[in-house]
């Protein structure tokens, strides 16, 4: 046993429509007497994209003691399913920069003598293997075949077909604020028009659980890092602190599910290959928290990169830069 994030059914809610079911390709959730329900906690990753699939929101992830996750029983539990399912599943866990469950999917196919999904970025170079050294390879998120392909099918083709499926609000997009401000090299970001309070947001979605580190606007970006709450406290948040900047919020007190930040924070400094880092928390004890996942990223990743911290102060919002 261990404590860790699973999803959690709310019985009341759930309707029994079953497309929590089919968003959760690890085959851990069935529709049994008109309901949903978690048939096996290793099978549960915790990364919560069937939360988006369900329209009576009656799923989220918790943290409790449960078996560990066990990516082994989930590739021999999905491959009766066919390619197509090992394939999505194989998407799942790269565009929540799972990069440690990825690894050892691939180990299992390969012992079972199964070619896994090509990615299209690898279809187009011409190569195998998951790892793609130019820099627009290396930004890009592997896409693979969705397309119904029995088990005994050839390796399926790759076709860079987006995410399929999943909340609408989750899915990346990229967008130019019209006064967004301009980063240097070094961070800093130059001050906008005074009295300008138009938004410098110019991507969704920002919650770190939601987030794809490998998405291309944050590919050589200036991170900002923002615990929830700063954003309220400071009144300047959009001008002081997110103008030239992308944005990613946690809050380190209440968000279950912090282990697969740090995975996703590392995935961005040394997949996406961001120039700096900004982090924002608030003068409260909690906000350490924060902190401490990132100091465990980056103590993990391979890549180092500038890292400044600002204190927002709950009595005005008052902004000290560490």
Same mark, same amino acid.
């Given at each position: 046993?261990?404590?860790?994030?699973?999803?959690?059914?709310?019985?009341?809610?759930?309707?029994?429509?079953?497309?929590?079911?089919?968003?959760?390709?690890?085959?851990?959730?069935?529709?049994?007497?008109?309901?949903?329900?978690?048939?096996?906690?290793?099978?549960? !990753?915790?990364?919560?994209?069937?939360?988006?699939?369900?329209?009576?929101?009656?799923?989220?992830?918790?943290?409790?003691?449960?078996?560990? #996750?066990?990516?082994?029983?989930?590739?021999?539990?999905i491959?009766p399913?066919?390619?197509?399912?090992?394939?999505?599943?194989? !998407?799942?866990?790269?565009?929540?920069?799972? !990069?440690?469950? #990825?690894?050892?999917?691939?180990?299992?196919?390969?012992?079972?003598?199964? $070619?896994?999904?090509?990615t299209a970025?690898?279809?187009? $170079?011409?190569?195998?293997?998951?790892?793609?050294?130019?820099?627009?390879?290396a930004?890009?998120?592997?896409r693979?075949?969705?397309?119904?392909?029995?088990?005994?099918?050839?390796?399926?083709?790759?076709?860079?077909?987006?995410?399929?499926?999943?909340?609408?609000?989750s899915?990346?997009?990229?967008?130019?604020?019209?006064a967004?401000?301009?980063?240097?090299?070094?961070?800093?970001?130059?001050?906008?028009?005074?009295?300008?309070?138009?938004?410098?947001?110019?991507?969704?979605?920002?919650q770190?659980?939601?987030?794809n580190?490998?998405?291309p606007?944050?590919a050589?970006?200036h991170?900002?890092?923002?615990?929830?709450?700063?954003?309220?406290?400071?009144?300047?948040?959009?001008?002081?602190?997110?103008?030239?900047?992308?944005?990613?919020?946690?809050?380190?007190?209440?968000?279950?599910?912090?282990?697969? #930040?740090v !995975?996703?924070?590392?995935?961005?400094?040394?997949?996406?290959?961001?120039?700096?880092?900004?982090?924002?928390?608030?003068?409260?004890?909690?906000?350490?928290?924060?902190?401490r996942?990132?100091?465990?990223?980056?103590?993990? $990743?391979?890549?180092k990169?500038?890292?400044?911290?600002v204190?927002?102060?709950?009595?005005?919002?008052?902004?000290?830069?560490?």
């Amino acid at each position: 046993m261990a404590t860790r994030t699973v999803i959690e059914i709310d019985e009341d809610k759930c309707d029994g429509c079953g497309l929590c079911a089919s968003g959760c390709h690890e085959g851990a959730l069935r529709i049994i007497d008109g309901k949903a329900r978690l048939v096996g906690e290793s099978l549960c !990753d915790g990364l919560g994209a069937c939360i988006g699939e369900c329209p009576r929101g009656a799923l989220k992830t918790v943290e409790r003691d449960v078996e560990e #996750y066990d990516e082994r029983r989930v590739i021999e539990h999905i491959l009766p399913k066919g390619m197509a399912t090992i394939a999505a599943h194989l !998407d799942h866990l790269s565009s929540h920069g799972q !990069d440690g469950w #990825y690894a050892q999917a691939l180990e299992v196919l390969a012992e079972k003598g199964i $070619a896994a999904p090509k990615t299209a970025v690898e279809a187009e $170079a011409g190569g195998c293997g998951r790892g793609v050294s130019s820099a627009a390879g290396a930004n890009r998120l592997p896409r693979f075949s969705l397309e119904p392909i029995p088990t005994d099918a050839p390796t399926p083709r790759a076709v860079d077909n987006g995410m399929s499926g999943g909340c609408p609000g989750s899915a990346a997009r990229s967008f130019r604020s019209a006064a967004a401000g301009r980063a240097s090299a070094s961070g800093s970001v130059e001050a906008p028009t005074a009295g300008s309070m138009a938004s410098r947001l110019e991507h969704w979605p920002v919650q770190l659980h939601l987030v794809n580190p490998r998405a291309p606007h944050f590919a050589g970006a200036h991170l900002l890092i923002a615990a929830d709450c700063t954003a309220f406290a400071c009144g300047a948040f959009h001008q002081a602190l997110l103008a030239g900047r992308k944005l990613v919020i946690a809050c380190p007190k209440l968000d279950t599910g912090k282990d697969i #930040y740090v !995975d996703k924070i590392r995935a961005l400094i040394d997949d996406s290959g961001v120039a700096s880092i900004t982090l924002a928390i608030m003068e409260v004890p909690c906000c350490g928290g924060l902190k401490r996942l990132l100091d465990e990223a980056m103590a993990s $990743a391979k890549r180092k990169v500038p890292v400044s911290t600002v204190v927002v102060g709950i009595e005005g919002g008052s902004l000290t830069w560490m």
